[in-house]
């Protein structure tokens, strides 16, 4: 079995090598001609656990290699970029770059695969006209589906290997051709449906997180109204056998939730309520956290404030669509106060990778990332802030009486 993979990303590369790993002989293509080369070189252009040693397995055993061109196969995965567009409606420039490729190559027989995460009806749409438009007709010459992939960051070779994984064909004969190929990798089930239902699906995975964080983050606002202990709340509720309520933070980052859910609201604008208003919520919690640091500030007389944590997650060095790195740029610019950001996992001139160093002579010790460093900040650490203050927006310091600590669920003592 051949098959050749179209975007080497976070996606697209463990998935190359994972088939590789196989016995499948894969070709990864990608249009960036130093990720080429690199991969060649057995050289990784993204970190994720365990990628590596799978590289340069796939390499030695040259099941793997990397081209800039698309190569003839009997599978063709596409996982490419799809971003949002300005009106929030989802770019497919990418994907349908990748589908033009495929022009002149593909053969009777073949089995085209997106993996990109798209709009409703995008396969039906946007790809089976394309491939149409090259003699094939969809589910009799050439058979085509939508596969997404639901793996999270840091444990993705894993997840990519144990998921459940959805399968949704344009026709019958499509799905049972895709089933084809994961069954040489997934160990999860394989979940047969329709193109449209795959897409969607997928789409309602992160919105139900989107839609979830937004509840509890609107909770928060109300409770500091109302003056009442919302993480309690939030403890307390969940200890009801069927209630789930998300965590509150300072807004949702990364490229899946804080994207997703407006490919369905530009898909149907009137209909899609809960889904726009969720995003409207969770984007306006920036704001609701720069509103309380003006507060504490204030209340304290301060001058300084330190930013703990820049990444859109805890333990990551990720910052795509991170509410962190809106919240530092937005007080670096308009507020009055020195802003100092810390972030031992990016690596940028502007930030500072040592705690001790950013507190110094700090009056507020502002947290906006989970990350593990930050849960047992020592008294020795924290001794060199001018004012021993804390706003916690991820609930995670454990601090003592020495320090004034806030959270979402004291806000209201500001
Ligand atoms: N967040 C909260 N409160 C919570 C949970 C998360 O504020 O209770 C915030 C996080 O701090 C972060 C954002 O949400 O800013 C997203 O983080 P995440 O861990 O929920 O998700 P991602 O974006 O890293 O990965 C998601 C996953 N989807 C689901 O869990 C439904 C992953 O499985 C998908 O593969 C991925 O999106 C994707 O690529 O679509």
């Known amino acids: 079995m051949k098959l050749t993979v179209i975007g080497l990303g976070y996606i697209g590369l463990p998935t190359a090598l994972l088939f590789a790993s196989k016995n499948v002989d894969v070709v990864g293509v990608d249009v960036n001609e130093s ?8 050289q990784l252009h993204i970190e994720e656990n365990g990628m590596e040693e799978l590289l340069v397995q796939s390499l030695d055993s040259k099941k793997f290699k990397a081209s800039t061109t698309v190569e003839e196969a009997d599978y063709y995965i596409i996982a490419v970029p799809t971003p949002h567009l300005e009106d929030n409606s989802c770019d497919v420039s ?3 770059s990748a589908v033009e490729k495929l022009q002149g190559v593909i053969k009777k027989g073949d089995t085209v695969i997106v993996e990109s995460t798209i709009a409703p009806r995008t396969t039906e749409d946007v790809v089976q006209p394309m491939i149409e438009s090259y003699g094939f007709e969809v589910g009799k010459d050439v058979y085509l589906a939508h596969c997404p992939e639901r793996v999270l960051p840091g444990k993705i070779i894993h997840e990519m290997v144990h998921n459940n994984r959805i399968i949704g064909g344009i026709t019958d004969a499509c799905t049972k051709k895709a089933i084809d190929l994961y069954k040489v990798l997934v160990q999860g089930k394989l979940l047969e449906t329709k193109a449209s239902t795959a897409e969607m699906s997928k789409l309602m995975e992160n919105t139900y997180r989107d ?3 937004a509840l509890a983050n609107e909770l928060v606002k109300i409770s500091d109204t109302l ?7 939030i403890k307390l509720a969940n200890e009801h056998p069927r209630v789930n309520i998300h965590l509150p933070g300072p807004g949702v980052g990364g490229h899946c939730l804080a994207v997703d859910p407006y490919f369905i609201v530009a898909s149907d604008e009137k209909n899609a309520q809960i889904i726009s208003k969720s995003r409207a919520i969770n984007n306006s919690m920036p704001s609701f956290v720069i509103e309380k640091v003006n507060e504490i ?3 304290i007389k301060g001058k300084k404030i330190t930013v703990l944590g820049l990444t859109y997650k805890g333990n990551i060095d990720d910052i795509r669509e991170s509410p962190a790195l809106d919240i530092y740029h937005e007080l670096k610019l308009k507020s009055e106060f020195e802003v100092v950001a810390q972030d031992s996992h990016v690596h940028l001139d502007w930030v500072e990778n040592d ?4 507190l110094n002579d700090s009056d507020l010790a502002l947290v906006l990332t989970d990350h593990n460093e930050y849960k047992n900040i ?6 060199a802030m001018k004012n021993k203050v804390i706003f916690d927006t991820k609930n995670i310091v454990n601090s003592d009486d020495s320090v004034t600590y806030y959270n ?7």
Not at 35 to 42: A, I, R
Not at 355 to 358: G, N, T
Request: glycine letters at 2%.
């Open 297 to 299: 500030m204030k209340s």
């Open 211 to 213: 839609v979830n964080i």
């Open 227 to 233: 003056k009442v202990d919302a993480l309690d709340v």
């Open 94 to 96: 990418y994907l349908k």
């Open 378 to 383: 020592s008294v020795e650490v924290l001794s």
């Open 355 to 358: 705690i001790e160093k950013a």
């Open 35 to 42: 990720v080429v080369n690199k991969l060649n070189n057995g």
């Open 408 to 414: 979402f669920n004291n806000i209201y003592e500001i």
